[in-house]
């Protein structure tokens, strides 16, 4: 009985995971996933900076800079960290990461201290993460290996 998915091989012979989504799939996800996130985080960003007051035209403004700047940002970073040796492909996501969480707690009036204390503790989960994944999936090249 054939299988629904089968592995394909690459030129090297080795077997690699099944491709689930389609060619086109992947395309409006490389444009559907910054967006819908950068909305989401200009949202979230607009609301820390409203406080529970109302909703103005610059709280609007804000809100859809925001998204259009973490929106850019994530998918260049999505575009051109893969191609990094893997510490500074976990660094750049660490650095992201710790930003734009930083950015987030500044606007609900938290001290300076504390938004930047809150994007190091948390774009270190990240670093620790991401580099503790591609260090067991990639040889030192940075080629996979499953």
């Known amino acids: 009985m054939a299988h629904a998915a089968p592995a394909s091989r690459e030129v090297t012979g080795r077997r690699r995971r099944p491709d689930v989504f389609s060619a086109r799939t992947h395309a409006a996800a490389k444009v559907a996933l910054p967006v819908v996130l950068g909305l989401v985080y200009g949202y979230w960003a607009a609301a820390n900076r409203r406080d529970s007051g109302p909703i103005t035209g610059w709280n609007l403004l804000f809100g859809f800079l925001t998204a259009l700047v973490f929106a850019v940002l994530f998918a260049a970073l999505w575009k051109v960290a893969p191609r990094l040796k893997r510490e500074l492909h976990a660094l750049v996501w660490f650095v992201f990461t710790g930003c734009a969480v ?23 989960g990240v670093l620790v993460t991401l580099f503790y994944r591609y260090y067991t999936h990639e040889d030192a090249a940075g080629h996979r290996v499953d």
Not at 102 to 124: H, M, N, T
């Open 102 to 124: 930083g950015f987030l707690v500044s606007q609900s009036d938290e001290s300076v201290l504390e938004s930047a204390g809150l994007g190091v503790v948390v774009g270190a």
